[in-house]
């Protein structure tokens, strides 16, 4: 019960900063691990000079930088970390539109790190999209490894009458989903720790999920997908949300795929999953070419590239 209230006083505390940020106007768009690395290797960069610098770019700052009532909240939400004379945040505040949401400090080394970046943002593309132009009412829905929460957040705003839940296996990432629902003002998102959708009950007419999709040695649950090349996880989450839609209702997965030698394995075995009259489905290259950085790690040898994917699947019959 103790750790219970303690961790409600910190994310009270994570809250009313993240209220902070938003009123003066704080925005900041999260680029890739490789990209914050180089920006932050400058000489100039060494040091926090501004917000941004601070929640964004994660760099050490002096107290004198924020104001007493931040500083205070960082330390009630138990983020604040010393960093030899200065201090450093441990979460990030990164903008989605107007929404702003928090996530874990670069680098995002531990082993419960929540992510956000420019998956993040392509993700939220796909299901702005599908809520644009889809004619169907979404009364139940649910983001699957919801993270900070994107997607949930995102169709709970467009369909403030639809149930909709955010799952994880990582505790931090529901508190932060949490966080980031209550400062959107959306009373209408639940948080529920599951593995995709292991019990939970019930069908949905709208199945979000953006799972991690790399190979990890050290098997961070934000971003080791399993298998020979990180496709595990994805599969298992087409498995198990096809058979939880609704007549009518769609899944909407965005993740990335390793491309070895011109093919697409995550394409080759969706089409001998998704096969049969119930289904309808469309697979489509978002972008040829992310992360390339990792093709430098073990396990990725043969791996020509890697591409950002999505995959569309409806239940027939709505």
């Known amino acids: 019960m103790q750790l219970d209230q303690k961790q409600t006083r910190a994310d009270e505390a994570l809250l009313q900063l993240g209220r902070r940020l938003h009123a003066d106007g704080y925005r900041f768009t999260c680029v890739t691990p490789a ?76 082993s419960d790190a929540v992510f956000f970046g420019p998956d993040s943002y392509r993700f939220a593309q796909l299901i702005e999209d599908h809520l644009r132009l889809s004619p169907r009412r979404v009364q139940h829905a649910v983001d699957i490894g919801c993270g900070s929460g994107i997607g949930a957040l995102l169709i709970a705003r467009a369909a403030r009458h639809a149930q909709v839940s955010a799952l994880d296996i990582n505790p931090l990432a529901l508190r932060y989903t949490a966080v980031n629902a209550a400062l959107a003002g959306l009373a209408n998102v639940s948080v529920e ?48 949300a096809c058979e939880r839609l609704t007549p009518g209702g769609t899944l909407l997965l965005y993740t ?13 075995a969706v089409r001998l999953r998704l096969a049969g009259p119930h289904l309808s489905w469309h697979y489509r290259e978002l972008d040829p070419d992310v992360f390339g950085e990792q093709l430098l790690e073990p396990g990725y040898e043969q791996v020509e590239r890697i591409a950002a994917v999505a995959l569309t699947v409806t239940r027939r019959g709505g």
């Open 35 to 110: 990209t914050q690395a180089r920006v932050n290797a400058r000489p100039q960069a060494r040091r926090a000079c501004t917000l941004r610098d601070v929640f964004g770019w994660s760099r050490p700052f002096p107290a004198s930088l924020i104001s007493a009532d931040e500083l205070e909240q960082l330390g009630a939400a138990d983020v604040l970390e010393a960093h030899g004379e200065l201090w450093r945040s441990r979460v990030r505040w990164s903008s989605l539109g107007d929404l702003l949401l928090v996530h874990s400090a670069w680098p995002t080394d531990s």
């Open 256 to 268: 990335g795929v390793a491309i070895v030698e011109g093919r697409d394995a995550l394409l080759e």
């Open 193 to 240: 720790p599951s593995d995709l959708l292991t019990g939970i009950t019930g069908t949905f007419d709208l199945i979000v999920a953006n799972p991690p999709y790399m190979l990890d040695a050290c098997q961070r649950v934000y971003r080791h997908g399993g298998g020979t090349l990180g496709a595990d996880l994805s599969l298992r989450i087409v498995e198990q």
